[in-house]
């Protein structure tokens, strides 16, 4: 629980001040804290940059990846699956109301439930170690597409093969494949 408590004092302490804030916006002169929000705002280009970098070093192909790159956001906590119920009601315990937004970013729905758009307005949104891997394999791995004959998903460079040996008019059946579906329609003409 100590370490709990002290994560959430971090983000507390630590709050972006530019979180809803439109990127490379004017700040207002007069305000007090426009050093900070300066300094905020260099950091915040800095990391889409690397955002950028990391993106291109994955080879992640520029349909995958968000329109606005990198999102300004609160604080992702990565956790267990058995904490996330924990995480949640500790911040509620130890904070005022109202002073952190909480979303859990879980479940099989949750790309739909929480949408990119909903998770940035949260101040903290929470998830587990598993749906991370889960999301970037999905990420870095190649686009399936849908086979026009029988709707299955392949990847883009199997797609042809599949067309050209297994399905449709077209099929081209190897030696093997003819032999076994001879061997099927006789396991099945005689029973």
Known sequence: MGKTIQTIATILDNRPILQHATPNAKHPPACTDLPQRQTEEILWNESKQSWTNEMDVLKVVEKLRSNDGGARAGTLVICPVIALTQWKTEIEKFTECGTLTVGTYHGPEREREMPREMMKKYDVVLTTYQVLES??????????????????????????IHLKYFCGDAAQRTEAQSRQVRNSDRDGGGG
């Open 135 to 160: 999301d970037f394999r999905k990420m870095i791995s190649p686009n399936r597409v849908e086979c026009p004959n029988c709707g299955g998903k392949f990847k883009i460079d199997k797609l042809p």
